[in-house]
C-alpha cells in the first residue's frame, strides 16, 4: 500500500513539474542602439512560439541586453552563452555553424535593396541608370553582413564599416549609397533630414532571413519550425508580415513597380536553400 502511495504522489509530482515546465528563450536586444524593426522578428517569433503551445507547451520569450554585432551575437548563440536565438540573412557558413529555420522570415523582402542616400544626390541614380554606373559609385555595409559578400561578387565596389557607423559615414560621403531592404530605410532616417531614399533603383538577389539556434537545441529548432510552419498554415504569419507596423507600408513607400531592377546572384546560398527558392507558400512576389 505504501508503495502504491509512493508511487500516485510521484506521477502527481512528476504531472505538476511538467504542468509548470516551460521553455524559456533568451534573445538579444540593444539599449544603446535601440532598433525599432526588430519588433517584426520578436513578435514573429512569439506567434512561433504560441502556435507550438499545444505540442510544445508554454513559454517564456526573454530579452537580453549585449552591445554588440550580429556577428558575436551568432557566435554566442553557437557558444550556448546566454542567447538562444537569433535572426540574420543567411549564408553557407553560417548554416553550418548553427541551426537554420528554414522558413524565410521575411518571404523575401530582405533580398529586395533600395538606397538610402545624401539628399541632392538624386541625379546620379537616373532612371535609366545602366548596371556600370552603378558599379562606378560606391555601396555601404556592415562589416559582418553576408550583403557585403553578395554584392562584392556582382561586381558592386563596397566600403564597409560598423553597422552602427554607416549612416553617419553616408552624410560625410565616404560612400555614395546604402543599400537596404524595402521595410528599412523610412524607420532608420525619420530623424537624418539630410538624407533620403533614392526613387529610381532596386537592385534584387535570393537572400532568405531566418532565425537561427544552436545546433544542438533540437527542441528549440523542432519548436520554432512547427510553430512557423503552423502559423504559415492557418494565414497568421501572412497577416502579421503583411500588417506589422514594421512592414505594412512598404509597398506604398517603396513605388517598386516604377523602379529599375539589378538582378543579382547569391554565391553564398546553400543547396538547402536554393531548394526552397522553389517553394511558393514562403515568398511573396514584390517585384514584376
Known sequence: MKAFTRSILLLLITALFSAQAKDVVNYNISKKFPDPKQAYYIDLLDLAMEKSIDKYGDYELVPVVFEMPQGRTSIMVQLNQGIDVTWRVTSQELEKRLQAIYVPLLKGMMGHRIFIINKGDQEKFSEDMTLSELRGLLAGQ???????????????????????????????RRFDYFPRALHEPWIEIADMPDL????????????????FVNRENTRLSERITYGLESALADGSFDSLFLYHPVTEDVMRLT?????????FTNPILSEKSQQLLQEPRYWISLSR
Not at 513605388?255 to 538582378?263: N, T, Y
Open 255 to 263: 513605388k517598386i513597380h516604377q523602379r529599375k531592377i539589378f538582378l
Open 196 to 211: 533620403t531614399v533614392e526613387e529610381n533603383i532596386l537592385i534584387r538577389y535570393p537572400a532568405p532571413f531566418y532565425f
Open 142 to 172: 556592415g562589416y559582418d553582413w553576408p550583403d557585403s559578400i553578395i554584392l562584392q561578387h556582382n561586381g558592386i565596389n563596397v566600403v564597409e564599416g560598423g553597422a552602427h557607423k554607416l549612416l553617419d559615414m553616408l552624410q560625410k
